[in-house]
């Protein structure tokens, strides 16, 4: 886990809710031997542990047998996970699997009683992003810099990330490799505030339009809360959204003809950039983690 500099947390409240928006930038090893113990009594000559063969590289490609799996997942024993496959509870890439000793990939869909299994330990990863990262889990090098490199080391997992920031937006996201989870949170959205610095001062009339949802062609877009950034000027707000995209808050002020200088992330559902410099990630803590079974 990586946790350094200490910073300030952003306070904000919604427009329309007598609130305001406050600004937040800133291997020896040694012989055994034979002899006396202290009481008198010899101690036995330690044998001799020969080491377990490295696992051949084959064993990876080829995968790991189907009811080891199962067992990783944490639904069962392997024992146990015999018995499953037997009477036909699992299936792999659609298809029921019978056969003992039938290998898997960790890309594989596997499914329990219709419930897809992870191998992996669960991780979830919050990230301060900078500018000039893409995200995306393309490898492809046109992307160049993206978010991924900044986390390769956060996990042994395939975390993924769960919403959107463009390659120039900075702030906070959020990874993990928990299907479930991800599922809620694609479904029913997450809260993020926004610090938005625009090309010119938001007029009170775009600012309260925006608030009551703003038309824009043929659909509506609804955004929690809105309002200007204290102590500094009109051209700086603090905007609340559910949606997961990035693009909603550029199409916004793009229809009401303002250009964003600069987009921020400050806080993500109840997490925020406490401690966590630009460009660093963080371990969820288990009470954060539990915090998203209220979402």
Not at 122 to 127: E, F, G, K, N, T
């Amino acid at each position: 886990m990586s946790r350094n500099d200490n910073r300030p947390k952003g306070a904000n409240k919604g427009h329309g809710k007598n609130a305001k928006f406050k600004s937040n930038d800133r291997n020896a090893t040694s012989k055994p031997r034979d002899g006396k113990s202290r009481a008198g009594e010899l101690k036995p000559t330690p044998k001799t542990v020969t080491p377990k063969p490295a696992k051949k590289k084959h064993d990876v490609v080829d995968g790991i047998r189907l009811n080891k799996y199962i067992s990783n997942s944490g639904i069962c024993s392997r024992r146990e996970a015999d018995t499953y496959i037997a009477t036909g509870l699992v299936s792999v890439n659609g298809k029921i699997i019978n056969e003992m000793g039938y290998k898997v990939k960790l890309e594989d869909d596997v499914r329990f009683d219709g419930r897809r299994l992870n191998p992996e330990p669960m991780s979830y990863v919050l990230l301060n992003k900078p500018k000039g990262f893409a995200t995306t889990t393309s490898t492809n090098d046109t992307k160049g810099n993206t978010v991924m490199d900044l986390v390769a080391n956060a996990s042994s997992g395939r975390i993924t990330p769960i919403g959107r920031l463009g390659r120039n937006a900075t702030g906070l996201l959020f990874f993990t490799n928990d299907d479930k989870l991800k599922e809620k949170l694609s479904k029913k959205g997450m809260e993020r505030l926004f610090h938005v610095e625009l090309d010119k001062n938001l007029k009170a009339a775009d600012l309260k339009e925006i608030s009551e949802g703003i038309q824009i062609g043929p659909k509506k877009i609804q955004i929690e809360e809105i309002s200007y950034v204290d102590n500094k000027p009109k051209k700086e707000v603090g905007l609340k959204i559910k949606h997961m995209g990035n693009s909603v808050i550029r199409e916004i002020f793009d229809h009401l003809g303002y250009n964003i200088l600069r987009l921020d992330c400050v806080t993500l559902a109840h997490l925020t950039k406490k401690d966590l410099p630009r460009g660093r990630w963080k371990t969820l803590t288990k009470e954060e983690l539990e915090l998203f079974s209220m979402l």
